[in-house]
């Protein structure tokens, strides 16, 4: 069962913009946060941006993307997306919507992943 669907992404030069989004159920969206992460081959996995999905929908940033990437969300949608702007060569990678944190900060361990989606930035 699908539980995370993932979209955008793509190719960009750099300083550039794209945009990702991730729909959950409404279950899925309504357990506490969802965050965004990305993997570089060879490396581990990476939070960027995290949101609480209830409340006032605190988010966490990367020190990496601040101030350029910004986390958000639809509750009527069951919804989070990504903005990215003044992208960098830095950051291609591949970027997965995570749901449901179950320990540690926002960019702890998630229950439920997404398959991915590519992003690519060239210089």
């Known amino acids: 069962q699908v539980q995370l669907v993932e979209s955008g992404g793509g190719s960009v030069q750099a300083g550039g913009s794209l945009r990702l989004s991730c729909t959950a159920s409404?279950?899925?969206?309504?357990?506490?946060?969802m965050a965004w992460f990305r993997q570089v081959p060879g490396k581990e996995r990476a939070g960027v941006a995290a949101?609480?999905?209830?409340?006032?929908?605190?988010?966490r940033y990367a020190d990496s993307v601040k101030g350029r990437f910004t986390i958000s969300r639809d509750s009527a949608n069951n919804t989070i997306s990504l903005q990215m702007n003044s992208l960098k060569p830095e950051d291609t990678a591949m970027y997965y919507c995570?749901?449901?944190?179950?320990?540690?900060?926002?960019?702890?361990?998630?229950?439920?992943w997404g398959q991915g989606t590519q992003v690519t930035v060239s210089s």
């Open positions: 995570a749901a449901y944190l179950i320990h540690g900060s926002p960019f702890g361990e998630y229950e439920t």
């Open positions: 409404r279950y899925t969206y309504n357990r506490n946060w």
């Open positions: 949101i609480a999905t209830g409340g006032g929908g605190t988010t």
